[in-house]
């Protein structure tokens, strides 16, 4: 199972675009990668998932690099409602599920 | 689409009684599903993954005996805690996820309280 690592926490101010980082240096071949927000005692929401390359839905974009071992969420200009816990998963979703574990996940404080 | 639901989303139990929480998926047919812990101010740790019609797969640590999971349909997975203890007191999520999606959908959580 490919290991992510985030940062534990981040600050922004309302309106400014974040980008958050995931490190997952032993991604493996059939591994997609797969972004969520958490508030508290709330489930996971999906935001955003992706293979290779950029991939940008209508609350968030997400850049891969050419090697995977890295990727990017990117919120633009976040509102205090943005706060919240995103973690970063990395998992073979194809052809048989396999398992992922969650990280530490990032918790984003946005500040008014 | 994609919704998953559970229930209850609280509930409060004496030390030694048994607890049921289920997991739906509303609008999919899920094949697989998975059930989650989270204790206060950390990730969540999986804790098994279900296929329907076939035994759970429990991670390391956790004992199949004491958390019961039963996948019977491919909208219904549910588990229950035996004999609960309070140090069972955690919120549990469960995911699911179809036979066409990519990804898993998470459930709202349920809030255990063991007295």
């Known amino acids: 199972l490919a290991k992510t690592t985030q940062p534990i926490s981040m600050d922004s101010y309302e309106g400014q675009e974040v980008n958050i980082t995931c490190s997952h240096n032993n991604i493996a071949t059939n591994d997609y990668i797969t972004w969520y927000q958490q508030f508290p005692s709330q489930g996971p929401r999906f935001i955003i998932q992706?293979?290779?390359t950029k991939v940008t839905n209508e609350v968030a974009s997400l850049f891969i690099p050419a090697d995977r071992k890295s990727s990017t969420l990117s919120l633009p200009r976040v509102s205090l409602s943005d706060t919240a816990v995103y973690y970063c998963l990395v998992g073979d979703i194809a052809g048989g599920y396999q398992k992922v574990t969650f990280g530490t996940g990032t918790k984003l404080q946005v500040i008014p | 689409g994609a919704v998953v639901s559970q229930h209850p989303s609280r509930v409060i139990c004496k030390s030694g009684t048994s607890v049921k929480i289920e997991c739906r998926s509303l609008?999919?047919?899920?094949?697989?599903m998975f059930w989650y812990r989270q204790f206060p101010k950390q990730s969540l740790m999986l804790m098994a993954t279900s296929n329907e019609g076939s035994k759970a797969t429990y991670e390391q640590g956790v004992e199949k005996d004491k958390f019961l999971i039963n996948h019977a349909s491919l909208t219904l997975s549910t588990l229950t805690v035996t004999s609960a203890h309070p140090e069972d007191s955690s919120f549990y999520i469960c995911?699911?996820?179809?036979?066409?999606?990519?990804?898993?959908?998470f459930g709202p959580g349920t809030r255990l309280l063991v007295l």
């Open positions: 992706g293979y290779k």
């Open positions: 995911s699911a996820r179809g036979g066409n999606q990519e990804t898993q959908y």
């Open positions: 609008d999919f047919q899920a094949t697989t």
